[in-house]
């Protein structure tokens, strides 16, 4: 339930996305591990976020001489600022869900393998028909469309 968020903000701190799903398995068994500490009155999602903010600082001064890995000041900074503002990451995600259901299957598709690793805009492009250049210029229209759309079911 919580899990996309937590992953998220996770994300926000580490350089690569190897790395957020190493620090998310350890999350997920120091809650798994202290579950029995956790109170039945208390706010599930906040102390998930605590757990994994101590995981990422972790991670950081196990990996701080690597050159790609941010100061533990500058992740504590942006770990606080990430948490204050989750709220409204979850308001945009949700709401990024539901404008992509408004988009036609064929679009959503195509829009979504933009997004998959293992694939080249290139290959996408193709396989829409598109050259790559007219390819870019409607995946920056679907974007565009998404944006507003998400600002719109946000501001609701």
């Known amino acids: 339930m919580h899990e996309s968020s937590v992953r998220a903000y996770v994300r926000r701190l580490l350089p690569a996305r190897a790395d957020a799903d190493d620090v998310m398995q350890r999350v997920a068994l120091v809650l798994w ?3 029995d ?3 039945e009155d208390g706010d599930f999602r906040k102390w998930a976020f ?3 903010r101590y995981e990422v600082l972790a991670w950081l001064r196990d990996h701080g001489r690597d050159r ?3 100061a533990g ?3 504590e900074m942006i770990a606080s600022e990430s948490a204050e503002q989750e709220s409204l990451f979850e308001q945009q995600r949700t709401a990024l869900q539901l404008c992509l259901e408004k988009i036609a299957p064929h679009n ?3 829009l979504l393998e933009c ?3 293992d694939l080249k805009i290139q290959t996408v492009a193709a396989t829409s028909g598109r050259s790559v250049g007219a390819f870019y210029q409607w995946l920056h229209r679907m974007r565009r ?3 507003d759309c998400v600002q719109q079911e946000v501001a609701r």
């Open 33 to 35: 591990d202290k579950f």
């Open 68 to 70: 790609l890995v941010l």
């Open 115 to 117: 997004y998959r690793s």
């Open 37 to 39: 500490q956790f109170r």
């Open 108 to 110: 959503r598709q195509l």
């Open 145 to 147: 469309i998404l944006l």
């Open 73 to 75: 000041d500058v992740a």
């Open 50 to 52: 605590g757990v994994a």
